[in-house]
């Protein structure tokens, strides 16, 4: 089945550094990614729509230029969090939909999410 | 605007205690219902997708119902491993971005 990776699991950074974090799709290609963050006992809250090759998608609301997204190849999509602070640490979740599958399927593959903690 | 909201928020059960699970929705159009499971410090993992009212699907122990107002997720003599948060989310008109509820979390005690 579909596969996705992210990387790294869980980092801790000062306050003020870039972060980036990685989501590769291993056995499908991915024209579109999407990053969520998730606050504890919160569902999952859409930043962005990554896409391949073009600008990403912002949800209203979330800082493009504090979450630089790119998406450079049918694999891979970055999440970059710039000059971090406190309250931007979360746990962050990348996902993308295995396109082979067909568009009547519209699943989600997610990969394992990346904990963010800033000092 | 799609509306997902799933009851009860949280759920303890002793194993062996069957019970459900509830997702109500409100879109326009709906194209599809999904339930996934959240393990702590996981991402979501896919379990069924429902396309249809009086659709049904099992896998184990868990079994996902289908009305044109709410989908049920029914667990029978649930074991400890079941213990998770439950997602459900519903895809509709024109957009393929599911609009996902908060999630039931689910504790079974041995």
């Known amino acids: 089945g579909a596969v996705v990776s992210q990387h790294p699991s869980w980092v801790i950074c000062k306050s003020g550094t870039s972060v980036k974090i990685e989501c590769r799709s291993l056995?499908?290609?991915?024209?579109?990614m999407f990053w969520y963050r998730q606050f504890p006992k919160q569902s999952l809250m859409l930043m962005a729509t990554?896409?391949?090759?073009?600008?990403?998608?912002?949800e209203q609301g979330v800082e493009k230029d504090k979450f630089l997204i790119n998406h450079a190849s049918l694999t891979l999509s970055t999440l970059t969090v710039t000059s971090a602070h406190p309250e931007d640490s979360s746990f962050y979740i990348c996902?993308?939909?295995?396109?082979?599958?067909?568009?009547?399927?519209?699943?989600?593959?997610f990969g394992a999410g990346s904990r963010l903690t800033v000092l | 605007e799609d509306q997902v909201t799933q009851s009860p928020e949280a759920l303890r059960l002793q194993e062996g205690e069957s019970s459900s699970l509830n997702c109500s929705y409100t879109?326009?159009?709906?194209?599809?219902l999904f339930w996934y499971r959240q393990d702590p410090g996981k991402g979501p993992e896919f379990l069924f997708t429902?396309?249809?009212a009086g659709e049904e699907k099992e896998k184990e122990r868990l079994k996902a119902t289908l009305t044109k107002k709410e989908s049920f997720l029914h667990i029978t003599a649930p074991k400890p491993e079941d213990s998770a948060t439950y997602l459900c989310?519903?895809?509709?008109?024109?957009?393929?971005?599911?609009?996902f509820g908060r999630g039931t979390s689910l504790i079974v005690h041995p």
């Open positions: 429902l396309y249809s």
């Open positions: 879109v326009s159009g709906l194209r599809g």
């Open positions: 996902s993308a939909r295995d396109e082979n599958r067909g568009s009547g399927a519209n699943v989600l593959t």
């Open positions: 989310a519903v895809w509709s008109g024109g957009s393929y971005i599911p609009t």
């Open positions: 056995d499908f290609q991915a024209t579109t």
């Open positions: 990554s896409n391949e090759g073009s600008k990403a998608t912002y």
